[in-house]
């Protein structure tokens, strides 16, 4: 880890735990205040004197012309909020792993720079959490790129605003529950670590095709669709799925609408040192909506991904990854 990214934890860190002693609130919370005084002029909150010193310190900083990265921020950021989520209350608080997120930048990086468009590309995240994945994925692009994020929970959506500004990516976030409000229609390209469950709102979900007869549906196959119908025709999605996403119960009917709206392109299995329990394994999936002229892969490459820690290893899969799809969108695109 690089020293300016252990200076900008540091930073966050001491700034949130005094914030939430002095404000008596959450550290995800506090964390959430600390990145908007910090970037906004002014201080909004009653704070001690020492402590408003302090900001002024660290905000000068931040904010000075010492050639902070973008990824140097991104990282401290991440820190932070993981050492947020450890003592959360909320389950759904998780982040995306740092060696998925940029496997992801690489892979869309990979995909989108054969279009050779001249204006920015649009990258939706419908669930995007803290904005981790999102900024990574940003960050490792070769084209100018804006970004869309939506998120139904106001804290980690509050954590994304800070993450983006501070990396000072052109981004419009969205407080919503994604399933229930529709978003930005013919985006380039649609990323999500999508989160797993039930949908608790039958009404809503019967409006999809992928709802099911009896019971909740499943809110990761509702996100699918609704992100196949979000993205541009021919554009690319990729999403982090559970390992079982083809095995439940309510696989057949996803199965049956992805082979009508999308083509599959690739399903790469994580490595599996990367969970606790295997049985919540999860692997990448990459889809492409559907459109006219389109010659689809006869077979999707299916990769069980090594150890991101076997550099050799990954080094080897990554070129078969690269050629692959080179072949293939030669051929396509």
């Excluded at 914030?19 to 609130?25: F, P, S």
């Excluded at 809110?219 to 095995?247: C, D």
């Excluded at 309510?250 to 994580?270: N, R, T, V």
Aim: charged share 25%; net charge negative.
């Amino acid at each position: 880890m690089g020293e300016k990214t252990v200076s900008i934890f540091e930073i966050l860190d001491e700034g949130t735990d005094i914030l939430k002693e002095e404000l008596n609130i959450p550290y995800l919370d506090a964390l959430a205040e600390l990145g908007d005084m910090l970037f906004q002029k002014e201080i909004i909150h009653p704070l001690k004197h020492t402590t408003t010193e302090k900001m002024q310190e660290w905000k000068a900083f931040l904010m000075s012309d010492n050639k902070i990265s973008p990824e140097e921020f991104r990282k401290a950021f991440q820190l932070a909020v993981l050492k947020g989520m450890r003592s959360a209350t909320q389950p759904h608080h998780e982040m995306t792993p740092d060696a998925v997120s940029l496997f992801i930048g690489y892979l869309v990086n990979k995909i989108i720079s054969y279009e050779k468009k001249e204006e920015a590309s649009v990258i939706l995240d419908p669930a995007v959490g803290a904005g981790n994945l999102l900024t990574a994925v940003m960050n490792q692009l070769n084209t100018s790129v804006h970004g869309i994020g939506a998120e139904a929970d106001e804290t980690l959506l509050r954590l994304c605003y800070v993450n983006a500004n501070f990396q000072k990516h052109t981004v419009d976030l969205f407080h919503q529950d994604s399933i229930a409000t529709p978003f930005v229609k013919n985006v380039d390209a649609i990323i999500s670590d999508l989160p797993v469950g039930f949908y608790p709102n039958d009404a809503i979900a019967n409006n999809f095709e992928l709802h099911t007869e009896e019971g909740h549906s499943f809110v990761h196959h509702l996100l699918i669709e609704q992100s196949i119908l979000h993205v541009k025709p021919g554009g690319f999605l990729f999403f982090v799925v559970p390992n079982f996403i083809f095995e439940s119960d309510q696989a057949s009917s996803l199965h049956e609408y992805l082979k009508k709206e999308g083509i599959i392109y690739s399903f790469m299995q994580l490595p599996k040192s990367m969970f606790k329990n295997e049985q919540w394994g999860k692997s990448i999936l990459i889809i492409r909506k559907r459109k006219e002229g389109i010659n689809e892969p006869k077979q999707a490459l299916l990769v069980e991904l090594p150890s991101f820690s076997n550099e050799i290893a990954l080094r080897d899969i990554m070129q078969r990854i690269s050629t692959w799809f080179e072949d293939h969108l030669k051929k396509i695109i």
